[in-house]
């Protein structure tokens, strides 16, 4: 067990909070003033130390900027109702990493580091967690093959390191969606549930075509003919069909999202009938055509819930109903919002009190 108070901390003699502007938080663009690390070497790992946000330094033969060894998580912290600050499914976050580590055949990073990390680094940095409405402080820790050396091989070495920044809402306006039906994200056996690099820096080509023809965002499928549905860049995706929330079951080629398992476990218990099943976009074009199809929104961690207004399939545009007749998603999130912000009872015990 690594004693939170042996986490050494430096703090900044020049903090950047009085260049941010908290009513406009562009997401990814602002860091706050700490960070923490904590290297593997020797089979062990270091007590993580928090210091002041940097650059770092490290060798142009490290395995990671090679052979792509590197995970990540993102989770959020939020002002509550009572000024207090809560840190999101801090375990549930902790499970996947280690999952993504296994299946990256990277070094896990000790619960205590990850857990007592976070902690002590969201206190160090605790005023930069904005109170604006829908506004949050996204954390990011990340671990990397850091070990010097070009040979392919699986590094000794790794650094774990977390991060934090102020961010408003992913995404400003409700997206459009195209069906991708030539490029896929992932594949049974592959990497597609681990939360690797590789996964978002091969999917930037498909999704920079899709933005030149005017969509969002693209819509992953499983790449068979029949085009079942897993999930859209940077989210998982939901349908309301027939008052049910339909959603692509998981596997290993998609993420299993923690704001998707909020929004399910919330649904299931306000008495919404969820189906975790397979979708074609055939199934797809077919519920919007017949008005069964009545919302399809995107849930993740960057995302929050983010309504989707069109649905390209094969060329041809499906426009859903107007958003503001989104009900089933505007109450799960309103109900997600309120266990977060303290303004309803944390009946699940996702939120870490710091
Ligand atoms: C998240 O929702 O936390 C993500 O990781 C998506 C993206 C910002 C990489």
């Not at 009513?23 to 062990?44: A, C, P, R």
């Not at 490290?58 to 939020?78: C, D, R």
């Not at 990493?97 to 605790?126: H, N, T, W």
């Not at 990397?144 to 920044?165: L, T």
Request: charge should be neutral; include cysteine.
């Amino acid at each position: 067990m690594i004693k939170t108070e042996k986490i050494s901390i430096s703090r900044t003699a020049r903090s950047r909070i009085k260049d941010i502007d908290f009513h406009n938080l562009e997401f990814g663009k602002y860091i706050s003033d700490h960070m923490l690390t904590s290297e593997y070497k020797n089979g062990e790992w270091s007590v993580p130390v928090i210091l002041p946000y940097g650059d770092i330094v490290f060798s142009p033969t490290i395995l990671a900027l090679h052979y792509g060894q590197m995970v990540f998580e993102g989770m959020k912290a939020f002002k509550m109702e009572d000024g207090k600050i809560s840190l999101f499914r801090k375990d549930k976050h902790y499970a996947r990493f280690s999952k993504s580590l296994e299946r990256m055949c990277m070094s896990q990073v000790p619960y205590e580091i990850f857990s007592d990390g976070l902690i002590e680094l969201v206190k160090v940095d605790a005023n930069w967690v904005p109170d604006t409405p829908g506004a949050a402080l996204y954390i990011r820790p990340f671990s990397f093959a850091s070990e010097e050396r070009f040979g392919v091989k699986v590094s000794d070495e790794y650094r774990f390191i977390i991060f934090s920044g102020p961010v408003g809402p992913y995404y400003s306006k409700a997206l459009k969606v195209r069906v991708e039906d030539k490029y896929i994200r992932a594949a049974p056996g592959g990497t597609g549930f681990a939360k690797c690099g590789g996964n978002y820096g091969a999917a930037f080509y498909p999704l920079q075509l899709a933005k030149k023809a005017g969509f969002d965002q693209v819509l992953w499928t499983d790449g068979s003919p029949d085009l079942y549905i897993e999930e859209s860049g940077t989210m998982n995706v939901m349908f309301v069909i027939d008052g049910a929330i339909v959603t692509p079951p998981l596997s290993d080629s998609i993420l299993d999202g923690v704001t998707r398992d909020s929004i399910l476990t919330l649904a299931k218990d306000s008495g919404i009938k969820v189906e975790e099943r397979r979708i074609s976009a055939k199934e797809l074009a077919d519920s919007i055509q017949k008005g069964k199809l009545t919302e399809a929104f995107g849930t993740g961690t960057a995302a929050v819930v983010a309504p989707i207004q069109l649905i390209n399939i094969k060329g041809k545009d499906y426009t859903l109903p107007p958003i503001a007749e989104n009900v089933v998603m505007t109450k799960i999130k309103n109900e997600l919002e309120a266990i977060r912000t303290g303004t309803a009872p944390d009946k699940y015990g996702w939120n870490t009190i710091i």
